[in-house]
């Protein structure tokens, strides 16, 4: 008898169990300074305005709540993906994101960086103080990521092997810079980079999809991927499903926590749903995560 999806959050641990996994391995959670986490809620909140849609925020909850919630659903590991609106910020955040990781055993250390001629300096100190993951966010930033003053910070990625997370579709906005184009620009010249492409880089899907299969080191990740709220605003063709199917050890498990529209179990019954099989849903809801983490265990 196959494994059957979560009915919500309470079932996800025994979802997980049935599979043989030893808890879920989450690379798009966001932990931010208080501030910046009350004005992204904010925008949220707004989201008709911006996306013609409500997005009610399911885990507004304090901080300390947060953590609890993921770790009854048994996420292991989740980074905390700062992202900068504005130059001058990232250094910030890098600091802040670097001790909230130290205070909590499960949080991928993570930092972020802005085209500015600080970069290349707190990227390497970042990198120094044994950052796990960055996070990009192309729209929210409204840069080229192949603005000549990141050229040094993306060789010196290049060269250190270390993930980033890159928001870089034009959903759920279109912005100036993001689409495939800017990205394949990015790894013509960076050709070695472990990128990891958010929501599945929806709603050109095909296009990322072609990134990932032409390129070693990049990976896409399933946040809001095929739930119920974005296949109404941003459809995956099924038509591909053979080739995510394919792409399977380079599909991590996202989701956005906890500025997401519905509960956590929704993102993992959607994956479920794809119907691409038990060994596909164990690499990408586990083991792909930790081994691009080196997590132990």
Same mark, same amino acid.
């Given at each position: 008898m196959s494994v059957q999806p979560p009915v919500?959050?309470?079932d996800v641990p025994r979802f997980w169990r049935e599979l043989g996994l030893p808890g879920l391995v989450d690379v798009h959670?966001?932990?931010?300074?208080?501030?910046?986490q009350a004005k992204v809620w904010s925008y949220f909140e707004a989201a008709e305005t911006h996306y013609g849609a409500a997005w009610p925020v399911h885990y507004r909850l304090p901080e300390d709540e947060r953590l609890a919630v993921l770790g009854r659903l048994g996420v292991r590991a989740f980074p905390t993906l700062p992202y900068p609106h504005k130059a001058g910020m990232a250094a910030?955040?890098?600091?802040?994101?670097?001790?909230?990781? +130290?205070?909590?055993?499960?949080?991928?250390?993570?930092?972020?960086?802005?085209p500015e001629p600080e970069a290349p300096h707190y990227v390497a100190d970042a990198l120094d103080r044994g950052v796990r993951v960055f996070k990009v966010h192309v729209q929210v930033g409204g840069f080229d990521p192949r603005d000549p003053l990141l050229d040094a910070v993306w060789a010196r990625l290049e060269e250190a092997g270390t993930p980033v997370v890159i928001h870089c579709g034009s959903g759920p906005l279109r912005g100036e810079h993001t689409g495939p184009a800017p990205m394949t620009g990015l790894l013509e010249r960076h050709p070695g980079l472990c990128l990891v492409i958010a929501h599945l880089g929806m709603p050109e899907y095909r296009d990322f999809l072609d990134l990932a299969e032409r390129y070693e080191r990049v990976h896409l990740d399933t946040t809001m991927f095929a739930t119920d709220f974005?296949?109404?605003l941003m459809p995956f063709d099924p038509a591909d499903r053979p080739r995510l199917a394919a792409l399977r050890d380079k599909v991590l498990l996202g989701s956005d926590f906890p500025s997401i529209p519905y509960p956590y179990a929704e993102q993992l019954a959607a994956l479920s749903r794809l119907g691409l099989g038990e060994d596909?849903?164990? +690499?990408?809801?586990?083991?792909?995560?930790?081994?691009?983490f080196a997590l132990e265990g």
């Open positions: 919500d959050d309470d959670v966001h932990f931010l300074p208080p501030r910046v910030w955040l890098n600091d802040w994101s670097h001790g909230f990781a +130290a205070a909590h055993p499960r949080v991928l250390s993570s930092a972020t960086f802005f974005t296949e109404r596909w849903l164990r +690499a990408v809801l586990h083991d792909n995560g930790a081994r691009l």
